[in-house]
């Protein structure tokens, strides 16, 4: 080996043992000022303790130990090492080492400032320095996306968020001492008021404010104060508007008092000018682009056009051809008065003008007129229904209805009502211009779409327990469908194609009412099906029963059914029409008797002392059910089952030679099956041959 490479040899390892020294010297104290800046964060943003001091010399000696590792780091790649193979792997691992001291000390070098900058924050804050401390704040967020995100990044983050909420709190707090908003009493008077400062510092807040984007919430606040306890009571109610300077403060007050009367327009008018003069002088600086009084021209020019209209203006539409004349000063008075908004910029020219409003006079007459009806009906719907008037054609099984006769019965007064209303505005439709003449026609189409769901909502407890009133709404619906139905006859051919383009009038009204009457008639008459089933459970009367000895009480379930169905006919019998009437009873009573029937059909055995009871229960049937009918002829009419149960009757009562003459004569054949009888024999007589012959007996006739 040469004496050249010996020295290389020499000089490399020097240097590398150089290097190693100044990195175990770099990692000591950076070990140390990474242990300083964990205690300030862990007592600061973690545990909350009390602010420490500021560290600039900290900051200082981070930086400083940054540049020693770079200067390290390129000492280290400089080094030129000679036949050094067995240095490679050294000089390799402390090369990383210096890369990983290197991103350590930026770290600690990152958190170090933003410490700093918390410091400042709370300085400015202090200070109410609000823009630094927001320009500070937001610089500290910019940092913390240059670090690695863990749990101590998340504790940072936090701390901001907390810091730009106390912030703001702060901003806000200030902001209510240079506008302030009051409601108070003073005596019989509610008393609001309105300060704002003289000073610009209103201005700057705002703008802070607005770099939060927190600005909007603010104004959002100040809008609903200025339309609920400045404009609204103003244009509602009788108000004093005054405006005066105290100490450093512009202050408007409006004083209200609470009464049905109303001031004039013209005075309603001269106070909203005067508050919105008040605030385009005193608040005149623009947020997110928009002066504030533009701001609550956009947000309350809707509302504001309603509610003048509703409670101001509204009380000036002319009831009479002779008083417009007069509402054309309304008309030039309103539309002063919205150039002057325009001017002061609250409104915007030609969109949404208060003016369209008032100017479009039939159009604004039509939405009360409309409304009017509308209550008027709506309230006619809600009436009793229990006060009846008779209507329709008299009933005469000689003479059957023809045509578009009605059947007599009864309805609610309020029915007929309803109908008057409707030719009422039908009439008026006639006289009007075309495009309220169509209005008015929807208005009134809509208060029979409406008809089912307002009046069964509004009698809904009646309309589920009381059967008067179940039939008359029932009939209520079947004669508003028809009449409907006869004023399209009447009216459909008196309208222009430009009022009525697709006639008829009334379309599928009638059918709605139809359905809506006739639904709740079966719910109720389902109920009754329900309760008929229930009684006979409850009563044990069941097929399987019947190979017991039954109950001397069993008939009750009989007459307590029967009862039911007589309550029906007495509160029925008069209010519904005669055929719907008897057709009701009829299926409830088939019902009845199919159910009995089929109970003794279906039983597997019957006692004698059973059948005895039985024809007593079934003979009460037979005496009482005709009764329900209008004749009581009519039973064999309406009711399918009836002489089924008479054969029954003759059935339970018959030894087994009448019943064979009975079948071969046809009485019974005509009403029941072979195996039907059959299963009665077997159920009520001994299994005797004089019984097998009877079975035998019974065949298809």
């Given at each position: 080996?040469?004496?050249?490479?010996?020295?290389?040899?020499?000089?490399?390892?020097?240097?590398?043992?150089?290097?190693?020294k100044?990195?175990?010297?770099?990692?000591?104290?950076?070990?140390?000022?990474?242990?300083?800046?964990?205690?300030?964060?862990?007592?600061?943003?973690?545990?909350?303790?009390?602010w420490?001091?500021?560290?600039?010399?900290l900051?200082?000696?981070?930086?400083?130990?940054?540049?020693?590792?770079?200067?390290?780091?390129?000492?280290?790649?400089?080094?030129?090492?000679?036949?050094?193979?067995?240095?490679h792997?050294?000089?390799?691992?402390?090369?990383?080492?210096?890369e990983?001291?290197?991103?350590?000390g930026?770290?600690?070098?990152?958190?170090?400032?933003?410490?700093e900058?918390?410091?400042?924050?709370?300085?400015?804050?202090?200070?109410?320095?609000?823009?630094?401390?927001?320009?500070?704040?937001?610089?500290?967020?910019s940092?913390?996306?240059?670090i690695?995100?863990?749990?101590?990044?998340?504790?940072?983050?936090?701390n901001?968020?907390?810091?730009?909420?106390e912030?703001?709190?702060?901003?806000?707090?200030?902001?209510?001492?240079?506008?302030?908003?009051?409601?108070?009493?003073n005596?019989?008077?509610?008393?609001?008021?309105?300060?704002?400062?003289k000073?610009?510092k209103?201005?700057?807040?705002?703008?802070?404010?607005?770099?939060?984007?927190?600005?909007?919430?603010?104004l959002?606040?100040?809008?609903?104060f200025?339309?609920?306890?400045?404009?609204?009571?103003?244009?509602?109610?009788?108000t004093?508007?005054?405006?005066?300077?105290?100490?450093?403060?512009?202050?408007?007050?409006?004083?209200?008092?609470?009464?049905?009367?109303?001031?004039?327009?013209?005075?309603?008018?001269?106070?909203?000018?005067?508050?919105?003069?008040?605030?385009?002088?005193?608040?005149?600086?623009?947020v997110?682009?928009?002066?504030?009084?533009?701001?609550?021209?956009?947000?309350?020019?809707?509302?504001?056009?309603?509610?003048?209209?509703?409670?101001?203006?509204?009380?000036?539409?002319?009831?009479?051809?002779?008083?417009?004349?007069?509402y054309?000063?309304v008309?030039?008075?309103?539309?002063?008065?919205?150039s002057?908004?325009?001017?002061?910029?609250?409104?915007?020219?030609?969109?949404?003008?208060?003016?369209?409003?008032?100017?479009?006079?039939?159009?604004?007459?039509?939405?009360?007129?409309?409304?009017?009806?509308?209550?008027?009906?709506?309230?006619?719907?809600?009436?009793?229904?229990?006060?009846?008037?008779?209507?329709?054609?008299?009933f005469?099984?000689?003479?059957p209805?023809?045509?578009?006769?009605?059947?007599?019965?009864y309805?609610?007064?309020?029915?007929?009502?309803?109908?008057?209303?409707?030719?009422?505005?039908?009439?008026?439709?006639?006289?009007?211009?075309?495009?309220?003449?169509?209005?008015?026609?929807?208005?009134?189409?809509?208060f029979?779409?409406?008809?089912?769901?307002?009046?069964?909502?509004?009698?809904?407890?009646?309309l589920?327990?009381?059967?008067?009133?179940?039939?008359?709404?029932?009939?209520?619906?079947?004669y508003?469908a028809?009449?409907?139905?006869?004023?399209?006859?009447?009216?459909?051919?008196?309208?222009?194609?430009?009022?009525?383009p697709?006639?008829?009038?009334?379309?599928?009204?009638?059918?709605?009412?139809?359905?809506?009457?006739?639904?709740?008639?079966?719910?109720?008459?389902e109920?009754?099906?329900?309760?008929?089933?229930?009684t006979?459970?409850?009563?044990?009367?069941?097929?399987?029963?019947?190979?017991?000895?039954?109950?001397?009480?069993?008939?009750?379930?009989?007459?307590?059914?029967?009862?039911?169905?007589?309550?029906?006919?007495?509160?029925?019998?008069?209010?519904?029409?005669?055929?719907?009437?008897?057709?009701?009873?009829?299926?409830?009573?088939?019902?009845?008797?199919?159910?009995?029937?089929?109970?003794?059909?279906?039983?597997?055995?019957?006692l004698v002392?059973?059948?005895?009871?039985l024809?007593?229960?079934?003979?009460?049937?037979?005496?009482?059910?005709?009764?329900?009918?209008?004749?009581?002829?009519?039973?064999?009419l309406y009711?399918?089952l009836?002489?089924?149960l008479?054969?029954?009757?003759?059935?339970?009562?018959?030894?087994?030679?009448?019943?064979?003459?009975?079948?071969?004569?046809?009485?019974?054949?005509?009403?029941?099956?072979?195996?039907?009888?059959?299963?009665?024999?077997?159920?009520?007589?001994?299994?005797?041959?004089?019984?097998?012959?009877?079975?035998?007996?019974?065949?298809?006739?």
């Open positions: 080996m040469s004496f050249l490479s010996e020295v290389l040899r020499s000089v490399g390892e020097t240097e590398i043992d150089y290097t190693d100044n990195i175990r010297e770099i990692s000591k104290k950076l070990t140390s000022y990474k242990d300083e800046i964990n205690t300030y964060i862990d007592d600061v943003y973690r545990k909350y303790c009390r420490p001091s500021r560290k600039e010399k900051l200082n000696d981070v930086s400083k130990l940054c540049e020693d590792i770079d200067n390290v780091k390129s000492y280290t790649e400089s080094v030129v090492v000679v036949e050094m193979e067995n240095q792997t050294h000089i390799d691992s402390l090369k990383k080492e210096l990983q001291l290197k991103i350590e930026n770290l600690v070098y990152v958190l170090t400032q933003i410490h900058k918390f410091i400042m924050v709370k300085d400015n804050e202090r200070q109410k320095n609000y823009m630094n401390a927001l320009t500070t704040l937001m610089e500290i967020d940092l913390l996306k240059e690695p995100k863990d749990s101590l990044t998340e504790s940072l983050y936090k901001v968020t907390k810091e730009m909420v912030l703001d709190i702060m901003i806000c707090e200030e902001m209510y001492e240079y506008l302030i908003m009051k409601e108070g009493k005596g019989v008077l509610q008393t609001n008021v309105l300060k704002i400062s000073t610009s209103l201005r700057e807040l705002f703008s802070i404010l607005e770099k939060f984007e927190a600005a909007c919430i603010e959002k606040k100040f809008n609903k200025f339309w609920l306890c400045i404009c609204k009571p103003i244009i509602s109610n009788i004093n508007v005054h405006i005066q300077e105290i100490e450093d403060f512009h202050v408007l007050t409006v004083s209200i008092k609470k009464t049905q009367l109303r001031r004039s327009y013209k005075e309603v008018f001269e106070n909203l000018l005067l508050v919105f003069k008040f605030i385009s002088l005193h608040l005149n600086f623009e997110g682009g928009n002066t504030i009084i533009s701001y609550l021209g956009d947000n309350l020019r809707a509302d504001f056009a309603e509610v003048l209209l509703k409670d101001c203006l509204g009380t000036t539409l002319p009831k009479s051809d002779k008083e417009q004349s007069k054309k000063q008309i030039e008075d309103t539309k002063e008065f919205e002057r908004l325009v001017e002061i910029g609250f409104l915007k020219k030609g969109k949404n003008s208060i003016c369209d409003y008032v100017t479009s006079m039939n159009s604004v007459l039509g939405n009360i007129r409309c409304e009017e009806y509308a209550v008027q009906a709506i309230a006619i719907m809600k009436k009793d229904l229990h006060d009846m008037v008779e209507v329709g054609t008299h005469d099984p000689a003479n209805l023809i045509g578009d006769q009605f059947p007599q019965c309805v609610s007064r309020s029915v007929i009502e309803l109908l008057n209303l409707a030719q009422d505005i039908l009439q008026q439709a006639l006289l009007e211009p075309n495009v309220f003449a169509t209005r008015l026609i929807c208005t009134m189409q809509s029979f779409y409406q008809y089912g769901s307002i009046v069964y909502g509004h009698h809904e407890k009646f589920q327990n009381i059967p008067q009133q179940v039939v008359l709404f029932r009939n209520n619906c079947m508003l028809h009449e409907l139905q006869q004023l399209n006859d009447v009216y459909n051919t008196q309208f222009s194609k430009e009022v009525l697709v006639p008829p009038i009334f379309k599928d009204q009638s059918h709605q009412l139809r359905t809506i009457g006739g639904d709740t008639f079966l719910g109720y008459i109920m009754h099906k329900k309760n008929m089933e229930k006979l459970i409850d009563f044990k009367f069941e097929s399987e029963r019947l190979s017991e000895v039954m109950a001397n009480d069993t008939i009750k379930c009989i007459r307590q059914c029967l009862r039911q169905y007589e309550l029906l006919k007495t509160v029925w019998h008069k209010i519904l029409p005669h055929p719907v009437y008897n057709k009701t009873l009829g299926y409830l009573l088939n019902l009845f008797c199919k159910r009995l029937i089929d109970t003794v059909v279906n039983a597997p055995d019957i002392v059973n059948a005895e009871h024809v007593e229960m079934f003979r009460t049937v037979l005496n009482r059910g005709p009764k329900l009918f209008t004749e009581p002829e009519e039973v064999n009711v399918e009836w002489q089924k008479i054969e029954l009757v003759f059935i339970l009562g018959a030894n087994l030679a009448q019943i064979t003459e009975r079948w071969e004569n046809g009485s019974l054949s005509t009403h029941f099956t072979p195996d039907e009888v059959k299963h009665l024999i077997k159920a009520l007589f001994q299994n005797t041959d004089r019984r097998a012959q009877t079975i035998n007996r019974i065949k298809v006739n």
